[in-house]
């Protein structure tokens, strides 16, 4: 179920509904923006009875509603970015008794998992895809719980320079992308033998690689070489 899945303050936005929910608590959502269109309000109320049926409560008071219509797609996805990572920064520790913010944790010592494939219909299609699912874990620094996320939800948390600096999982090798600037001046001086490019595996543990890290040009060193 959906629902039970989503992380404290984690929100849930129906594909093309032009509704965000917010889970507030362990069986009650607040609904927290609503799209002008006559279609968002339809979907309000069918949403509303099925929430309901399964024995979720949604607080439906103070409502921001979004006049999306007089936006480009561009404006629009960017809003929504901004909302979803303000919201990124209110998220607890999932242990209830401690509360720090996900901010707060060493996104820099996130533990990538692969948790196996799963099949996946392509849209407006009858094909089925497999795709590979991972999910990100982090480490509380307060009270040691281990939270497991979703690799988007960790994007929005860690920020898009995160995704840029990769360890393997038993913290052995590090990895830093680097862009196509820094490529050419280590080429151009010859500054570093410590060069390569990743495929699906790490060339030095073996372990599998997540799929952003693949196809890079990184810089390796091992983990006690601190730069
Ligand atoms: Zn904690």
Redesign the pocket.
């Known amino acids: 179920m959906i629902l039970e899945k989503l992380r404290p303050n984690g929100l849930w936005e129906p594909a093309g509904l032009g509704l965000c929910y917010q889970r507030i608590g362990d069986y009650e959502l607040k609904l927290i923006q609503q799209n002008t269109s006559p279609q968002a309000a339809v979907a309000k109320l069918r949403l509303s009875t099925l929430i309901h049926s399964i024995g979720w409560t949604i607080d439906e008071t103070n409502v921001q509603m979004i006049d999306a219509e007089h936006l480009t797609m561009q404006e629009r996805h960017m809003k929504e970015m901004e909302f979803r990572q303000e919201v990124a920064l209110t998220w607890p520790?999932t242990?209830p008794e401690?509360a720090?913010p996900l901010t707060a944790f060493d996104h820099e010592k996130a533990v990538w998992i692969f948790e196996g494939k799963n099949e996946q219909r392509l849209p407006n299609s009858d094909q089925v895809e497999m795709v590979e699912h991972w999910t990100v874990q982090i480490t509380?620094p307060?009270?040691d719980?281990v939270v497991a996320m979703e690799p988007y939800d960790f994007g929005l948390l860690a920020g898009d320079d995160s995704l840029l600096h990769y360890q393997v999982q038993n913290g052995e090798v590090k990895y830093m992308a680097l862009n196509r600037y820094e490529i050419i001046d280590l080429i151009d001086n010859r500054a570093s033998d410590n060069l390569i490019i990743v495929g699906t595996f790490c060339q030095f543990t073996g372990e599998m690689l997540p799929p952003h890290v693949r196809g890079s040009v990184v810089l390796f060193s091992p983990s006690s070489e601190e730069e």
């Open positions: 520790c242990n401690c720090t509380c307060v009270c719980t």
